[in-house]
């Protein structure tokens, strides 16, 4: 995120809402608790956090999240189920209405709000959501709105490729938003590799593996390289061993690294089962990993979590963790060995997928 982007004067409390990938909602709030001294989580849903800091945007630190918006105004819904009805089929027009009229008499700090921008903005669009789903708008009603924030933020309207947003938003926990988007990137489908975990989801397993600067950490299912970037660019992990069996992996992963000149990254283009003639044994102190349990399973190898633990069992020290993303069904748990010892699981939704994050430590029987 860069140093320039939206701040307000530090002597107020600004709001922010956040995405993540539903699931994670108690490790997200501790990750907020955890950076911000002074937050106040207002509203806290399966895959958005609402809070409230006098921390600006510009110092925030976060890799958790997918987007982060500053919030212009909310509302927690009061009506009558004939109002939330009538609302759901005029979709987001009433919406837009609503906060239309509170702008034009709204306090200073809500037209700051819109006015205050990054240096890299310089157009923006409308987006209107029904309860997840985009909801169609008359023309008319969104020309005003558009002619409304130009003229307040100094943007220029551009609904084909804006450098931010002003969300509309009604979420069906009867929550009403308006907010500006502060995120500055396209969506990770379009910009990732087939199976590339999201940065968001890398950062997060390494934190949950509780990574140390000085571990020696290995992820032997690498693929396209999210976990050891996320490794070694936040987490400062100097000894990280990867290894993929897919060609085009593998030479990707060593094309990003060539830069990294600070950071000693070994990397291999083996079957993962070879890692015990290939790596010391019991020097490593933790395994983060995204498995291909999607391929494996459609080419019938259910054996995949049997033949990883043997390799974790021999490649772990005595105490060492594993934070591992599956798929979510009990399979799994029925293959680990009594060596393991199961901390806890976070079920998490994956690009429509259910997965399981499982942490573990590798024990002395």
Known sequence: ?????????????????????????????DIVKERLSDVKILKLFDGAILFETKTTYDKFNFFCFNNIFAVIDFSEDTHTEAQRN????????????????????????????????????????IVVSNENTPAAIDEKLRDEAEKLISCLSGLKVNRALPDTEFWFLRRSEGISLFMKRLTLRSSWEKTLHKGELPPPLAWTLC?????????????????????PEAAVKHFHITKFIACDSSREAYRYTEERFKKRKSAELTLYNEDFSKLPSLVKEKSVDAIVTDPPWGLFKQTGGGVLPEKMFDVFGKLLKDGGR????????????????????LKTNIPILLSGRKAVIYLLVNTVI
């Open 207 to 227: 934190r949950l593996a509780r990574l140390s600067h000085s571990d020696t950490v290995l992820d032997p299912f690498c693929g396209y390289g999210s976990i």
């Open 322 to 341: 594993a934070a591992v993303l599956y798929e979510n069904n009990d399979s799994f748990l029925k293959k680990v060995p009594d060596n393991f010892k």
């Open 86 to 125: 009538r609302e759901n089929n005029e979709k987001g027009a009433i919406l837009i209405k609503r906060y239309i009229k509170k702008i034009l008499k709204e306090d200073i700090f809500t037209k700051d709000v819109i006015s205050n921008n990054s240096k890299n903005f310089h157009t923006f669009r």
């Open 1 to 29: 995120m860069s140093n320039d982007e939206f701040f307000l004067n530090n002597s107020v409390k600004n709001k922010y809402c956040a995405a993540f990938i539903p699931g994670l909602q108690d490790v997200i709030a």
